[in-house]
């Protein structure tokens, strides 16, 4: 209960653990390179996906800042248009909330790789 709390009122940096897809996301997004999660069959080549990574409840790029759900003072700019992509090709934007920020670095073939993602209600 107390962990739920502090990061409901808390927009500092905390951290997560475990229930992110972050396997699935790296094994969509480098086609070309091979994932395995933590503990999993032992396979020489690919690259070992940690489930951790630290969450946030706003985002600053440049000068504005980015709110969330969990960031009550700044959820006024935490609504987004999502991209959705289809099966054919097409895309379908949806008004929808980020309810959290997470970074991820992962270690790549050419060293440790720094990820910034937005988790969308």
Known sequence: MYRF???TYNIQESVITGSERLFEYY???YE???FRKPFANNLDD???VLN???QYG???IGSEIFGSDMSSRHVKSSFV???FVNQDGSIDLYPKQVQYFISHSINLLNGFIEHKLAYIK
């Open 5 to 7: 709390l502090f990061n």
């Open 52 to 54: 951790r990574a630290n």
């Open 58 to 60: 706003r985002c600053k």
């Open 81 to 83: 248009l999502a991209q």
């Open 32 to 34: 070309n390179l091979s």
């Open 46 to 48: 690919s690259i070992i």
């Open 27 to 29: 094994t969509v997004a």
